[in-house]
């Protein structure tokens, strides 16, 4: 944060925000019209709309004391353009709302807007309206993200069918151990403030946590490999609870094999340093926004070797119900609630 | 309030939203899938999108003490309706977002969506998507509100020409009087609490303040008589302000004429017992969610003599600046914000 503290009340609310989005570059020639009106303007299309919305609250989403605002605005922004991907679609838009304490100096939230920016620019979206508002305690972050599918190419969590393959992107686990990582530090500095936090040779599964990115690349791959998805879903609750989600939503049951659930090394190792099981860091970790999604069987043989993607099972008969096949061949029920133990099936 | 008492946490995230979203009424063909997936899904037309979003914080925007939890809701969406009518178009759907502290039973969000379910009833909107989470001190509300317009008939804050005629509708300064009622109960009752509320005979400006209504008639009324406003606005922060971000939107001053603003009998009246001036309520008061436009000169007979629309001033030259006549003659300046005294010009 700047040396500099302007108080937020030097500016008005319309100042504030005319401040925060001067020179602010728009990369969709649809965004008629963003920030300044009394509602954005879209222009339409043969494409359908997409629309989604989250809300990050301060003490519940993140912790000031080890998430800097520029990646909090830039997390903010990507939570949301992950949900339009797990859509299948592409993001476009996003609206921004925050309610804020007087706490915060205007440059903190130029911090903030540094990162919504960021995010903006690497996703190509534009930011087209939003509120602020005052807050009598802590930050409340709402974003709003708007993209687009072609017509009958959405992709919903119930489409998948008996049989369908289940395919995750990326690994999973990480952002979990990242935020370990972090919570450990943050009551060492709490009870000796004077010891430097130890977070080397961390950076990637930190990132993971503190600044993760919305998988708009699947779709592109998929399209590549000629793979249209049945089905899908970003996890940002960790895979049990997605999966479940997904089969759930289809009506059907399924089967997730433990070691074809793809884990970072770096994650593997910290999990163990942790005393934790990595597996289970990655069932219900959450917060890897990672996609979850189902392919036909036939399409086997075309995403088998794809850097970018793991087969970890299969839709079944909804009697069959969600099972964590192990190592060792002994079945588990994974159950919704991604933070409990595994019961044993 | 209900005398049952059932704890949030005896149901999920995913049982809270569906329980309260049960049974709810669709009215929008193009909405294709609403809450329950990772984003709302919208068929396109040929017809521009607009979106706009609100945030209502507990203790800033509304006071629960006297709120009902049923009219929040109601206003909650009506407020972002209201945005929608501002530029000629047509509300069509809402996402709601809510960060609720556990001291609210699942009674009161019921209450709260009861609220929402009515104005999506009264309106024909239909809630298409929305996050609920938890917080840890305050109520925060989100709305998003989408809506359409036909292409080329969305009017801006910025399309108002010199010499056009400045009209609003319905009546001022009733939801600020309100307020005032609402405020004075709270404090008669936190000190004398045996002592009845009395609100006896202020049921409209009471309405206005609690459960506002969104103009949604004012775009039907127009085309009747065959006006296109030029530019528009609605008045969520009190004619004044809204009226200076009208004309500076143009590049444009303004006149107002205080004989020519409309204020019922029954916020006259009150003004007058709280010894506050009518005018000036009209003026900053504010969350009357009328409208204000602009139409050509040449629309006056059709507008003049119209049971919803008063014609109050009219544009000038942005040397002139924002000026309000009064009934001798006087001129003032107006100020931009809402709340300051009227200064002489």
């Given amino acids: 944060m700047n040396e500099r503290r302007t108080e937020i009340s030097e500016f008005g609310e319309f100042g504030l925000i005319n401040h925060l989005t001067k020179n602010w570059p728009m990369f969709r020639k649809e965004s008629l019209k963003a920030v300044g009106d009394d509602a954005a303007v879209l222009d339409s299309s043969d494409q359908i709309t997409l629309i989604s919305t989250d809300m990050l609250v301060e003490g519940v989403h993140f912790d000031l004391s080890y998430s800097p605002l520029k990646h909090l605005g830039y997390k903010a922004v990507v939570v949301n353009l992950s949900d339009i991907c797990a859509m299948n679609g592409e993001p476009h ?121 919305a998988r708009v690349d699947v779709k592109i791959y998929l399209k590549e490999l000629g793979i249209e998805p049945t089905s899908m879903i970003d996890i940002s609750d960790g895979l049990s609870s997605e999966a479940i989600h997904l089969a759930k939503a289809s009506g059907l049951g399924l089967s997730i094999y433990e070691e074809k659930i793809p884990i970072d090394n770096l994650t593997y190792d910290k999990a163990r340093e942790f005393n934790l099981d990595p597996t289970l860091c990655a069932l219900s970790g959450g917060e890897d926004y990672e996609l979850l999604f189902t392919i036909a069987q036939e399409d086997f043989e075309k995403i088998k070797d794809h850097p970018h993607f793991s087969v970890i099972g299969h839709m079944s008969d909804p009697a069959a119900g969600y099972v964590l096949i192990d190592r060792n061949g002994g079945q588990h029920q994974l159950t919704a609630q991604g933070w409990d133990p595994l019961l044993k099936g």
């Avoid at 690497?122 to 930050?139: C, F």
Wanted: negative net charge; glycine residues 10%.
């Fill in 93 to 213: 838009q996003v609206l921004v709302s925050l309610a804020i304490s007087n706490r915060f100096p205007v440059e903190a939230l130029e911090e903030l807007y540094f990162g919504i920016k960021q995010a903006c620019q690497n996703y190509k979206v534009d930011l087209i309206g939003g509120d602020t508002t005052t807050s009598r305690s802590g930050l409340v972050i709402s974003v709003t993200a708007v993209g687009k599918a072609e017509k009958g190419k959405e992709v919903y969590r119930s489409g998948a069918a008996m049989n369908e393959l289940l395919v995750v992107s990326g690994d999973l686990g990480a952002a979990y151990m990242g935020l370990q990582i972090l919570e450990r530090e943050k009551s060492v500095y709490q009870s000796s403030p004077e010891v430097q936090p130890d977070l080397n040779g961390a950076d990637y599964i930190l990132e993971r946590q503190l600044k993760p990115e």
